[in-house]
């Protein structure tokens, strides 16, 4: 869409049910917020993931989001022939302040429509972690609020702990 004029090379957009959307601009709390993470997954995971850091990934042949974080099954071609698909993905992070409607009414739906396992938003403005878990028909049957002083685990990885001061760290 690039080369055809429709989507300026420097525009950030993703493809959302069949429709263009663009993206908010990245404050510096968000901004932030994904560097630490990055860090901290790396640290904690190492090789047992593939790390992408506002990567597309492919649902259907209507949406390819670019979450915030996705953590993959580790490939050796780092999915150089096609993007991640819902069986690839251990869990989707989203950062979130200024679009936490957004991640919540699109987003969750869409990645639980597509089986996406777990899905987490770092909500900057309550200064917690949603974590979405146990997708079944289009919606999360498990969700969960945590609060700084608690810990948390990835499903897939129940012997990693984090806790919600590593995620959330000085960024609210």
Known sequence: MTTQGIIKPDEKVELIRGEIIKMSPMGTRHAAGIARLTQLLYQKFGDLILLGVQNPIRLNNNSQPEPDLSLLIPRSDFYVAAYPCPQD?????????????YDRYTKIPLYAEANIKEVWIVNLKEECLEVYRHPLHGSYQAIQKYYRGESIFIESFPEIELTLIEILGNIC
């Open 89 to 101: 993905i251990y869990l989707i992070i989203e950062v979130s302040d200024s679009t936490i409607d």
